[in-house]
């Protein structure tokens, strides 16, 4: 009989967070990723119940120069 492995057991997917950090003064639940999927770093914030994942538009070697912008 064939072994069969799946790829989800063997690798993250791409799109888990590679690198995160949070941001000063603010909930734990507002933080900025980078992942295998894209170029750019995305935040992700809740809105109500719903958890919302953006992208920043901003690449990894602009650094910690982003602009959070949470309108309510």
Do not use: D
């Amino acid at each position: 009989m064939k072994s069969q492995t799946c790829a989800s057991q063997t690798a993250a997917h791409r799109t888990t967070a590679i690198e995160k950090h949070y941001i000063a003064n603010y909930p734990k639940k507002l933080f900025i990723y980078k992942h295998n999927a894209s170029k750019f770093w995305w935040v992700r914030y809740f809105v109500g119940n719903n958890a919302v994942r953006k992208s920043t538009r901003r690449l990894p070697c602009q650094g910690y120069k982003l602009k959070v912008e949470i309108s309510g």
